[in-house]
């Protein structure tokens, strides 16, 4: 069975950073894409990072956050740096096929990926 374990989330002030890290059991994960979402109260759950063979973000974070993945621990991180109180949200680890669908729109798609984890709360205060 695949699990996704979330850890990392906290409060910080704005301007701080956190990293996230994702541990993940059931599958051969270096086969697999992994990515982060984030949803924020009264909103829709959205697209954060996501990596494969190379990583892609959303606009609203990108020169901010990093993304990366150990496949020999089965891990996925994601380092936060430059927090806004518009980054407090639940992000939720998750993972679905890479190789060659792992292009286009298809990146960026909750469908696209098929575990999810419980989630963890990040908490940015101005």
């Known amino acids: 069975q695949v699990q996704l374990v979330e850890s990392g989330g906290g409060l910080v002030q704005a301007g701080g950073s956190l990293r996230l890290s994702c541990a993940a059991s059931g599958r051969t994960f270096s086969s697999y894409a992994m990515a982060w979402f984030r949803q924020a109260p009264g909103k829709e759950r959205e697209f954060v990072a996501a990596?494969?063979?190379?990583?892609r973000y959303a606009d609203s974070v990108g020169g901010r956050f990093t993304i990366s993945r150990d496949n020999g621990k089965n891990t996925v991180s994601l380092q936060m740096n430059s927090l806004k109180p518009e980054d407090t949200a639940v992000y939720y680890c998750?993972?679905?096929?890479?190789?060659?669908?792992?292009?286009?729109?298809?990146?960026?798609?909750?469908?696209?990926?098929?575990?999810w984890g419980q989630g963890t709360q990040v908490t940015v205060s101005s």
């Open positions: 990596i494969n063979w190379s990583g």
């Open positions: 998750a993972t679905g096929p890479g190789g060659s669908t792992w292009t286009g729109p298809r990146i960026y798609a909750q469908t696209s990926y098929d575990y």
